[in-house]
């Protein structure tokens, strides 16, 4: 369809209709990059052209947004199409382009939060507050309409395949504690689990790094931890406020050690923790506002502020900054390009906090020693020789890799750990491991391992299920944070070694193991009481946008053990969302379906509009005001039934559900298409048919 027939189809604002872009080939920032005529990539030219990222190459884009509300408490939804002329331009705030006039989506999506019989508030969703920002336009008002109209068109097709946003609405949502309460419960939250509060008044640097605007982040660090370093604070606000009061104390341990934000080996300290347990006042604590005085007062000129609570009291300090380091990222045929990172310091640190004990030792990764982790290449074979011609290592038979599996991006390895079981909620106790060259333990072979390796247990200090059963908490209560990744060999005193290890040698790699990825050689494990979570509500909201849903259920319970001390089996699920007719994808597992059933909610309402679709299509705007009634809480006792009815573990059953659809297929392995059990409309009727 040409734009003659299509007003909203134009040509694509960052390619002018070309479909490609030009930028600086890699190479140019190679190091020691004397052979640049011999770059695969850009024949020596220092430039590339690839394919428009907003258009995919087409030239053309489509001047449309959806903006969908979610009701999550009744599963309504409903959409609205955004076009140029639909919306009145207001004036913009402070941005980045320096426009003048933009779009404000705000009271549309109030507005669909009425359809659906909910509320949506921003200062509940950060994220979504973010995706809510006016949308600038660069026209003025002085302009006239067929200009404003034509920025419009170019503003909303600049979102390319990524135009439908999702939004979510409550009922009742919850009411934040008003923000001089909310930061007393954070600074006493900090407290208890030993870390640094940190409020944060950080620039917002413009291309040539001058400052444009300041904004809020707000934060739990480790003390001696390094700022965040770069351009912008992703997470960061406008209103000091609004951001603690809504702060949610998981997600601020979440973000503890934020992945990609390593700019050189991590230098935080690491030290056991002694709790000093001593009580703070509301007035050591103070108000909101006269922190955001004391911050403000203490602005460097091309940089921050910074106000840190540790020991039971603030420490007031400018952000300045601190200079640049390299980053050195792999590319092609094993070459490495640099990238200037900005680094950030406190002009005036607070003192090392009381409850630091000993030093916990360590080593600097040797995987990734040198600044850039290196990996033997895949075409090196069995003998040990590398493909001359091979585009990943160029003949030399190691490769740089962008991620170090060995320390998890740390740069450190701890030779200790200090573990912390929280429920984020006035409840914290502070665990030690050692390297201990007396400690007990018990080897066990297993036909699984391979050859030469061993398994073992160590005694119960080690094992933190057994910490757990004393505690009466179920462990499939408890996450670990900020990875929320689980390793049940280590919660049970469980590692595979080389045969004939001793005790020294078992406990470092072991502990080595637990704080892998941790900076400052610290784990927080925290106790999450069960909520219910409903599969026919997910389901409900997945069909009104269009999706299908896959639900299943990998039982090793049962599964033969070559040892008695072996890990037993256990249950594992899996729920995943994927469009019409694809099969799924997710190869997370969750110990209990609830826990699984969150954790796609979250996922859908994040990636839910980065669903790619054509710059071109017309995007449906789904509407659900009614709800459809499924059966589907029935589901999880039927799969589990259905688990226990094979003899050879692991059983892996699945559910493809989707409107008026329910199939239950039986796989014995990874890859084959399944065995149909049951093809029914309903779990009632799968299950008559069962």
């Known amino acids: 369809m040409d734009s003659v027939a299509d007003p909203l189809l134009i040509d694509c604002p960052d390619c002018n209709g070309n479909g490609a872009v030009l930028h600086d080939c890699p190479c140019a920032a190679i190091e020691n990059s004397t052979d640049l005529d011999d770059c695969p990539h850009c024949l020596g030219t220092g430039d590339l052209s690839g394919d428009c990222l907003s258009c995919d190459g087409g030239g053309r884009s489509r001047a449309q947004l959806v903006l969908t509300m979610i009701n999550l408490d009744l599963s309504t939804i409903a959409s609205a199409t955004i076009i140029p002329g639909v919306l009145a331009a207001v004036d913009a705030p402070p941005n980045r382009r320096g426009a003048e006039l933009a779009l404000d989506i705000e009271p549309t999506l109030h507005e669909l939060a009425d359809r659906v019989g909910g509320i949506w508030c921003k200062e509940l969703e950060p994220t979504q507050a973010a995706r809510a920002r006016p949308i600038p336009l660069d026209c003025s008002s002085d302009d006239p309409i067929s200009v404003r109209l034509a920025t419009e068109a170019r503003a909303l097709a600049r979102h390319g395949a990524n135009r439908h946003w999702i939004f979510t609405a409550h009922t009742q949502p919850p009411e934040n504690p008003p923000p001089d309460v909310a930061l007393a419960r954070l600074c006493r939250l900090a407290d208890l689990l030993c870390l640094d509060l940190i409020v944060q008044y950080q620039p917002w640097l413009g291309p040539d790094r001058a400052p444009i605007l300041r904004r809020w982040d707000l934060r739990l660090a480790l003390p001696g931890q390094p700022l965040p370093h770069g351009h912008i604070l992703p997470d960061a606000q406008d209103d000091p406020a609004a951001l603690i ?39 050591a604590i103070g108000t909101v506002d006269a922190l955001v005085e004391r911050v403000r007062n203490a602005i460097e000129v091309d940089g921050g502020g910074a106000g840190v609570w540790r020991d039971g009291a603030w420490h007031i300090s400018g952000v300045r900054r601190n200079g640049e380091t390299t980053v050195v990222r792999p590319r092609s045929r094993g070459r490495l390009a640099e990238q200037e990172i900005l680094l950030w310091a406190l002009t005036d640190p607070p003192p090392d906090p009381s409850y630091w004990g000993e030093p916990i030792p360590g080593q600097d990764c040797p995987t990734c020693e040198s600044g850039t982790p290196w990996a033997v290449c895949p075409c090196r074979d069995a003998d040990g020789q590398s493909d001359p011609g ?54 066990y072979e297993s036909a699984e391992l391979p050859d030469g390796y061993c398994g073992y247990r160590l005694d119960q200090h080690y ?12 462990g499939a209560d408890v996450s670990h944070v900020p990875y929320g990744l689980t390793a049940t060999s280590l919660f049970d005193g469980r590692f595979v070694g ?18 892998r990825g941790q900076p400052g050689g610290r784990s927080f494990l925290v106790v999450t009481p069960r909520r219910y979570h409903s599969l026919s509500g997910l ?22 053990r070559t040892s008695p001390l072996a890990p037993p089996g256990a249950q594992h699920w899996n729920v995943d969302i994927t469009p019409p007719h694809r099969q799924s994808g997710s190869r997370d597992t969750a110990a209990r379906l609830d826990t699984a059933i969150a954790t796609a909610k979250r996922l859908l309402i994040e990636r839910a509009g980065e669903q790619p679709h054509s710059a071109t299509m017309g995007l449906p705007a789904p509407q659900q005001p009614v709800p459809a009634t499924t059966d589907l809480d029935t589901l999880e006792p039927l799969l589990t039934e259905l688990g226990g009815r094979y003899d050879e573990p692991p059983r892996l059953i699945v559910a493809r559900l989707a409107p008026g659809s329910v199939r239950i297929t039986h796989h014995s392995g990874k890859d084959d298409d399944g065995e149909i059990l049951a093809d029914a409309d309903s779990v009632a009727s799968a299950r008559a048919l069962l």
């Not at 503890?256 to 703070?280: F, M």
């Not at 750990?417 to 502070?430: F, N, P, Q």
């Open 539 to 560: 389901a409900q909201i997945c069909f009104g946008l269009g999706y299908e849903l896959y639900v299943s259920l990998c039982d090793t319970r049962g599964a033969s």
């Open 463 to 474: 094992r933190i299920t057994e910490l757990l059963r004393r505690r009466d908490i179920d």
């Open 390 to 443: 091979c585009r990943h290592c160029g003949g030399g038979g190691s490769r740089p890799v962008a991620h170090c599996h060995t320390c998890e991006e740390t740069g450190r390895l701890h030779h200790g750990a200090s573990i912390t079981i929280t429920d984020l909620d006035g409840k914290a106790e502070h665990l030690h491991w050692t390297v201990d060259a007396d400690a007990s333990f018990t080897p």
């Open 498 to 515: 080389p045969c004939g290890m001793d005790a020294r040698e078992l406990t470092l790699g072991f502990v080595t193991a637990a704080t």
């Open 245 to 283: 009061g809504m702060a949610d104390p998981g997600t601020l341990l979440a973000r503890l050690h934020p992945l990609g934000q390593r700019a050189d080996p991590d230098t935080t300290p690491a030290h056991r923790i002694r709790p000093r347990g001593a009580a703070v006042t509301d007035e």
